[in-house]
T-cell receptor, first 112, second 116 residues
Framework: GENVEQHPSTLSVQEGDSAVIKCTYSDSASNYFPWYKQELGKRPQLIIDIRSNVGEKKDQRIAVTLNKTAKHFSLHITETQPEDSAVYFCAARLNYGQNFVFGPGTRLSVLP | NAGVMQNPRHLVRRRGQEARLRCSPMKGHSHVYWYRQLPEEGLKFMVYLQKENIIDESGMPKERFSAEFPKEGPSILRIQQVVRGDSAAYFC??????????????FGAGSRLTVL
């Protein structure tokens, strides 16, 4: 089955700097890659996603890039703010009818 | 739209008791997923269901755990004879059935189970 790895497990950046979180997946047939943000004690919430027919997607300060050949995708957050502090999870899905496999998460701390 | 509704939000059980966690998907969603999250850890897939059908239960422990999603009513995750290691947050998520938007996974607020 699909396996998703995620690095780093923890990341601290200064406010205003950029943060990058990387994920790799094992099954080349996976075609959908969402990113979720989970604040302490709360539910995971979708922040951005990308499909396998697209190489990059951007939404204001966040962007996701996908390299299908290398089977990895990354989350980029620019101009980080303290409210960006949370745990971020990447995920991969083979196709409709399959479950979503999540990475182990990255705890991002944005220092004021 | 009320979103994905889970109850109870907090449940305390003694070892050996049964725990029942309920999940009502978002309106228009017919697929339900259950994930377990231990403190400071990730989201571990347990089971994926649609009404009256288990699609994938590869993440479910072989014993004591079961899940259902009946034709009427919420999906239920049932844990029999709970042990301390079952203490975790159990998140339910749902997605639409139609291909368009079927990849969008929406989470509930979670049910936090504590086993004494």
């Amino acid at each position: 089955g699909e396996n998703v790895e995620q690095h780093p497990s923890t990341l601290s950046v200064q406010e205003g700097d950029s943060a990058v979180i990387k994920c790799t997946y094992s099954d080349s047939a996976s075609n959908y890659f969402p990113w979720y943000k989970q604040e302490l004690g709360k539910r995971p919430q979708l922040i951005i996603d990308i499909r396998s027919n697209v190489g990059e997607k951007k939404d204001q300060r966040i962007a996701v890039t996908l390299n299908k050949t290398a089977k990895h995708f990354s989350l980029h957050i620019t101009e980080t703010q303290p409210e960006d502090s949370a745990v971020y999870f990447c995920a991969a899905r083979l196709n409709y009818g399959q479950n979503f496999v999540f990475g182990p998460g990255t705890r991002l701390s944005v220092l004021p | 739209n009320a979103g994905v509704m889970q109850n109870p939000r907090h449940l305390v059980r003694r070892r050996g008791q049964e725990a029942r966690l309920r999940c009502s998907p978002m309106k228009g969603h017919s697929h339900v997923y259950w994930y377990r999250q231990l403190p400071e850890e990730g989201l571990k897939f347990m089971v994926y269901l649609q009404k009256e059908n288990i699609i994938d239960e590869s993440g479910m422990p072989k014993e004591r755990f079961s899940a259902e999603f009946p034709k009427e009513g919420p999906s239920i995750l049932r844990i029999q004879q709970v042990v301390r290691g079952d203490s975790a947050a159990y998140f339910c998520a749902s997605s639409p059935a139609q291909a368009a938007g079927a990849n969008v996974l929406t989470f509930g607020a979670g049910s936090r189970l504590t086993v004494l």
